[in-house]
């Protein structure tokens, strides 16, 4: 009997592209927010930024109006700004390829966590439109808690037309992605964070890439019955 084809499904967040991307690029927005409207130069408003962002992660928007004697009541808007900026991202060279890849012989979705107008922006931004078939944004369907919870893996699945045995999933998150896949019936490969160690990242996931660009040929081996573990 003719199988449909297969299907690769990824994470966007950390996987197709560096999420803290976004992050800079909202802080560009705050800081030419902050220099229109508080006079606060921009360059050195991006700067307060980008430090915090390495020394107090979570803090930056606190450490800034810190810094630059602003009200605290200017964070909540901060915090809107860069929630609803238009990013300047670029899908990075390995994604694309990958996807390009894929494109001959696969379906290929995305499935994604996080508020799906913020999501949406970005996927536009990253310009994956025109290189995937579906995107299912978590959190807008089923019970609205997003990955891990079934509901997207089976809603992605049903929209490519393959049955979860024939998919492979693709993330970095070893719950909501990793495991939320796995638990539907797809195989799964986990990409290594930086800084991972590998004992870590293998887990429960079939495969372990260090890259993007191996998820072709891994997926291939997965779905012809061959578990491997680490490209």
């Not at 078939?133 to 490519?160: H, I, M, N, Q």
């Amino acid at each position: 009997m003719r199988h449909e084809r297969p299907a690769v499904l990824f994470d966007l967040d950390d996987t197709l592209y560096p999420r803290q991307r976004f992050l800079l690029s909202g802080f560009a927005a705050v800081a030419r927010h902050l220099d229109r409207c508080w006079g606060v130069d921009v360059r050195l408003a991006f700067a307060r930024l980008a430090r915090a962002f390495r020394t107090e992660p979570g803090h930056e928007l606190q450490a800034l109006v810190g810094s630059f004697d602003l009200p605290s009541w200017v964070v909540p808007q901060l915090v809107e700004i860069i929630r609803e900026h238009e990013p300047s991202l670029r899908l990075p060279r390995a994604s694309r390829g990958a996807l390009e890849r894929l494109r001959d012989g696969w379906r290929i979705g995305i499935v994604t966590n996080g508020p799906p107008d913020i999501q949406a922006r970005k996927i536009e931004a990253l310009g994956l439109v025109s290189l995937v078939d579906e995107v299912v944004y978590a959190e807008a369907g089923g019970p609205g808690t997003g990955k891990p919870e079934p509901a997207a893996f089976v809603e992605a699945a049903r929209r490519l037309g393959v049955c979860p045995p024939r998919a492979v999933f693709v993330g970095d998150d070893p719950i909501a992605d990793i495991e939320g896949a796995r638990r539907v019936g797809m195989h799964t490969i986990r990409v290594m964070r930086s800084g991972t160690h590998m004992w870590e990242a293998a887990g429960s996931a079939d495969a372990v890439v260090e890259s993007v660009a191996a998820v072709p040929s891994m997926a291939i081996g997965l779905i012809d019955g061959r578990r491997t573990y680490v490209v």
